[in-house]
């Protein structure tokens, strides 16, 4: 017997995830070149608060990965991508 394919609206809507997925991490690669083009300045009170809402992303990418949500390329991707953006005092 031979395996079931994908249907053609798996497909697309794998496409779209994948498309979305690669502009916000384009959308954040620029914005950290912005950032990096700007003075370096002492750390804000804000920034501690925006280092809160990372570890919230990390929770919710794993908790996609766990549900099947992304697949594991995308998964590595966005987790690099945070990991790069959270620091460590």
């Given at each position: 017997?031979a395996?079931?394919?994908?249907?053609?609206?798996?497909?697309?809507?794998?496409?779209?995830?994948?498309?979305?997925?690669?502009?916000?991490q384009?959308?954040?690669?620029?914005?950290?070149?912005?950032?990096?083009?700007?003075?370096?300045?002492?750390?804000?009170?804000?920034a501690?608060?925006?280092?809160?809402?990372?570890?919230?992303?990390f929770?919710?990418?794993?908790?996609?990965?766990?549900?099947?949500?992304?697949?594991?390329?995308?998964?590595?991707?966005?987790?690099?991508?945070?990991?790069?953006?959270?620091?460590?005092?």
């Open positions: 017997m395996p079931s394919r994908s249907t053609v609206g798996k497909l697309q809507r794998d496409q779209a995830k994948r498309a979305k997925a690669k502009a916000k384009e959308d954040r690669q620029a914005r950290r070149s912005g950032r990096a083009e700007a003075t370096d300045e002492p750390a804000e009170p804000g501690q608060e925006d280092q809160t809402k990372l570890l919230e992303e929770a919710r990418l794993h908790e996609d990965l766990e549900e099947g949500r992304i697949s594991l390329d995308d998964f590595e991707v966005r987790q690099a991508d945070l990991r790069s953006r959270l620091r460590v005092d």
